[in-house]
């Protein structure tokens, strides 16, 4: 029961040095954006692999797939994050390019 007191402070600590690091300009938006989606796939890993262990479930191969599943779903919401940007980007060019040719 300690363990999952400790998870719960230090995990809600790092939400907290995320938003902190975020106001000071220290992490960017697409930062917050990726380090939350990531916290939010992995936030119950140790109450969801004590339960499946309840049940006889080998505890690695449940961890090791939430990671993995995370980091890959990270990197998806990475791509399309950076895909807007740069098509926004791209608009913003134009528009600037269609301003200077008036």
């Known amino acids: 029961m300690e363990i999952v007191k400790e998870f719960i402070i230090v995990f809600s600590r790092g939400i907290f040095s995320v938003i902190e690091s975020y106001q ?6 697409k930062d917050v954006i990726l380090v939350s989606t990531f916290l939010c796939l992995c936030h119950a890993i140790i109450e969801d692999t004590l339960l499946f262990m309840a049940i006889g479930a080998n505890p690695f191969i449940i961890v090791l797939v939430r990671v993995i599943v995370a980091i890959i779903i990270t990197l998806v919401v990475r791509f399309f ?13 134009e528009n600037e390019l269609n301003q200077e040719i008036k």
């Open 24 to 29: 000071q300009k220290e992490m960017t938006k």
């Open 81 to 93: 994050y950076e895909r807007k940007h740069h098509t926004d980007e791209l608009d913003n060019n």
